[in-house]
């Protein structure tokens, strides 16, 4: 049952460890964590049960493998600050549009480096949204927070790609 | 609602999270808004970028090989059902709708709560320490299986396995060479079960790996246990002269007990 859903998981594991190799090792553990805990499956989808059991494994392997890297926490991305409106949001009406540039497939290990560099909460929210294309209520249920909280991590996570990005281009001279 | 509450909706209107109504409301004020239309599109175009242009890792063949291996064929449905079915179609029961669900939490959230509690305790109570090691025999099992990591030492030879267990465990397990029976030892590992140090003793059955698991425990009882199966593998386990065996495999409940026999039998 658990099989169809590994390369999901290992996707998944891929982006919260940022690591090829971890992400085997989560995978792996999840597996067994998955295989342990099958009796307290209560239904639902599966998918999502498994993504829910990749991500505490995740968490705590990263826990006790850190690697030199520091796991950033919600506050230090001051998360927890109200969303601020689309409209207060100064827009540079800029004629190449950076996410027009995004469509044209250059730049992916960019793209990539500035999805790294959000913080895990904004990370993980993204993936299960573009990726696994799960709705708010699954992604909540995964990432066990309220489906508020989803909501404004996935606009912040947004906002930040979409400034990181723009930024990337700027330095690259705009375009071109 | 504000502009700036309804410029909030973005996501979820590019999130199919608004219900009809509030789909149609947002996009007439779209038309009003050429704030939120622009945010609107560049979302979209993130959207889209985002979705075309993120990684999708797959993940290594040989890594999905080696978790295929390890799980068993079949894991037994949740529930009182003894022996899986040889068969692939996993029939699920009727669940009911999100709909019916959430009606029915909120109906029982008064009580949920203490029955939760009673509950936890039965299971607690009912989880014996035998059945916390069969458990964590299993996954030991597995999880070597899984990681390719199966032995510190391969070998057929019990001369070779046995010293080298000394300084590593405080006792001198005893290591046979059953090969003449049809199992064969291909080495040994040290394991650390249930916050004890044990020596596990990896043998082949035809297709089938075997771990013997040993334990000192001074001051147990003799005694001997029937093989249970657990998740799709069979285990059992016996006490004698100091030492506590546990043995899993994925081989069926009398061609443990034969190996059983063996181990325990004179030279």
């Not at chain 1, 990749?54 to 826990?63: L, Q």
């Not at chain 2, 069969?134 to 899984?146: G, P």
């Not at chain 2, 590593?168 to 060479?177: E, F, G, I, M």
């Given at each position: 049952?658990?099989?169809?859903?590994?390369d999901?998981?290992?996707n998944?594991?891929?982006?919260?460890?940022?690591?090829?190799?971890?992400?085997?090792?989560?995978?792996?553990?999840?597996?067994?964590?998955?295989?342990?805990?099958?009796?307290?499956?209560?239904?639902?989808?599966?998918?999502t049960?498994?993504?829910?059991i990749?991500?505490?494994?995740?968490?705590?392997?990263?826990?006790s493998?850190?690697?030199?890297?520091?796991?950033?926490s919600?506050?230090?991305?001051?998360?927890?600050?109200?969303?601020?409106?689309?409209?207060?949001?100064?827009?540079?009406?800029?004629?190449?549009?950076?996410?027009t540039?995004?469509?044209?497939?250059?730049?992916?290990?960019?793209?990539?480096?500035?999805?790294?560099?959000?913080?895990?909460?904004?990370?993980?929210?993204?993936?299960?949204?573009?990726?696994?294309?799960?709705?708010?209520?699954?992604?909540?249920?995964?990432?066990?927070?309220?489906?508020?909280?989803?909501?404004?991590?996935?606009?912040?996570?947004?906002?930040?790609v979409?400034?990181?990005?723009?930024?990337?281009?700027?330095?690259?001279?705009?375009?071109? | 609602?504000?502009?700036?509450?309804?410029?909030?909706?973005?996501?979820?209107a590019?999130?199919?999270?608004?219900?009809?109504?509030?789909?149609?409301?947002?996009?007439?004020?779209?038309?009003?808004?050429?704030?939120?239309?622009?945010?609107?599109?560049?979302?979209?175009?993130?959207?889209?970028?985002?979705?075309?242009?993120?990684?999708?890792?797959?993940?290594?063949?040989?890594?999905?090989?080696?978790?295929?291996?390890?799980l068993?064929?079949?894991?037994?449905?949740?529930?009182?059902?003894?022996?899986?079915?040889?068969?692939?179609?996993?029939?699920?029961?009727?669940?009911?709708?999100?709909?019916?669900?959430?009606?029915?939490?909120?109906a029982?959230?008064?009580?949920?709560?203490?029955?939760?509690?009673?509950?936890?305790?039965?299971?607690?109570?009912?989880v014996?320490?035998?059945?916390?090691?069969?458990?964590?025999?299993?996954?030991?099992?597995?999880?070597?299986?899984?990681?390719?990591?199966?032995?510190?030492?391969?070998?057929?030879?019990?001369?070779?396995?046995?010293?080298?267990?000394?300084?590593?465990?405080?006792?001198?397990?005893?290591?046979?060479?059953?090969?003449a029976?049809?199992?064969?030892?291909?080495?040994?590992?040290?394991?650390?079960?249930?916050?004890?140090?044990?020596?596990?003793?990896?043998?082949?059955?035809?297709?089938?790996?075997i771990?013997l698991?040993?334990?000192?425990?001074?001051?147990?009882?003799?005694?001997?246990?029937?093989?249970?199966?657990r998740?799709?593998?069979?285990?059992?386990h016996?006490?004698?002269?100091?030492?506590?065996?546990?043995?899993?495999?994925?081989?069926?409940?009398?061609?443990?007990?034969?190996?059983?026999?063996?181990?325990?039998?004179?030279?």
């Open positions: 049952m658990v099989l169809p859903h590994l999901a998981a290992y998944f594991a891929r982006y919260l460890t940022r690591n090829p190799d971890d992400a085997a090792d989560v995978l792996q553990e999840a597996s067994i964590r998955a295989f342990r805990f099958f009796g307290g499956f209560k239904g639902g989808s599966v998918r049960w498994l993504l829910t990749v991500r505490n494994t995740a968490y705590t392997w990263m826990a493998h850190r690697r030199g890297q520091v796991v950033a919600v506050e230090d991305y001051g998360i927890e600050r109200p969303l601020e409106p689309f409209a207060a949001v100064p827009w540079e009406r800029l004629p190449d549009d950076p996410e540039r995004l469509l044209l497939a250059e730049d992916r290990a960019a793209l990539m480096d500035v999805i790294d560099r959000l913080s895990p909460e904004f990370r993980e929210v993204l993936v299960l949204r573009e990726i696994e294309e799960l709705s708010y209520r699954e992604i909540a249920e995964v990432t066990g927070t309220p489906v508020g909280t989803v909501m404004s991590r996935l606009a912040r996570a947004r906002r930040q979409q400034e990181n990005w723009r930024r990337h281009v700027a330095l690259e001279g705009g375009g071109r | 609602m504000s502009c700036a509450e309804k410029c909030l909706l973005v996501d979820l590019l999130d199919d999270e608004l219900d009809s109504a509030g789909l149609a409301e947002f996009e007439q004020h779209l038309q009003q808004c050429p704030d939120c239309a622009v945010g609107f599109a560049r979302q979209k175009a993130l959207r889209g970028a985002l979705r075309a242009q993120m990684p999708r890792h797959k993940s290594p063949s040989e890594l999905i090989q080696r978790i295929r291996d390890a068993p064929d079949e894991v037994p449905a949740p529930g009182p059902q003894k022996t899986a079915p040889a068969t692939n179609v996993v029939s699920l029961p009727a669940w009911p709708t999100v709909a019916t669900k959430s009606r029915l939490k909120l029982l959230s008064g009580i949920g709560g203490a029955l939760a509690a009673a509950l936890a305790t039965v299971w607690f109570m009912h014996t320490p035998e059945d916390r090691m069969t458990q964590a025999v299993v996954e030991s099992h597995v999880r070597a299986l899984m990681s390719g990591r199966m032995y510190d030492i391969a070998s057929a030879d019990p001369k070779t396995i046995k010293p080298w267990f000394t300084g590593r465990l405080d006792v001198a397990p005893p290591v046979k060479d059953l090969s029976h049809g199992f064969d030892l291909i080495g040994a590992r040290l394991d650390y079960i249930d916050n004890r140090r044990a020596a596990a003793l990896i043998y082949r059955h035809n297709e089938h790996v771990t698991y040993i334990f000192s425990t001074p001051s147990a009882p003799m005694s001997e246990s029937d093989p249970v199966v998740q799709g593998y069979a285990v059992c016996w006490s004698s002269h100091g030492l506590t065996d546990w043995v899993v495999s994925d081989i069926d409940s009398d061609e443990l007990e034969a190996f059983e026999d063996l181990v325990t039998g004179p030279v």
